[in-house]
């Protein structure tokens, strides 16, 4: 099994390099029992969205040898993958704002991201 701490960073890497804006990781695991990490980033257009959620989907099968345990909101302009212990949001800029999960988990810790994402 793979360290949901490791998967973060994968996961935010792979968002990264398509791409992703405001990629953002917080620590859910004191907070709720749902999920150790939420990974949350925002994409330009539904066709991104779309296409940041099927390259983490792939590269993380591709790196970890991972799949989803479920995928929501292909059709939407929120897409939700479920890793089990990491849930990735990949929002259109919009919906991000509207929804705003991390005023919604506040609470949480943020996970530095420095490392594995580069600055635009």
């Known amino acids: 099994m ?9 996961i935010a890497k792979v968002l990264d390099e398509k ?12 907070v709720t029992i749902v999920s150790d990490y939420f990974v949350i980033a925002s994409g330009t257009s539904n066709t991104h969205v779309k296409a ?21 909101g292909r059709a939407t302009g929120w897409i939700l993958i479920d890793y089990g212990t990491v849930i990735v949001h990949v929002f259109q800029h919009e919906d991000r704002n509207y929804y705003n999960l991390e005023r919604l988990w506040a609470d949480a810790s943020v996970i530095d991201l420095s490392d594995v994402i580069t600055e635009d």
């Open 2 to 10: 793979t360290d949901p701490a490791v998967l973060v960073k994968e």
């Open 19 to 30: 791409k992703a804006m405001d990629i953002v990781a917080i620590k859910t695991e004191e």
């Open 52 to 72: 940041l959620a099927d390259d983490v989907e792939y590269e993380i099968k591709q790196r970890l040898g991972i799949d989803p345990e479920h995928i929501e």
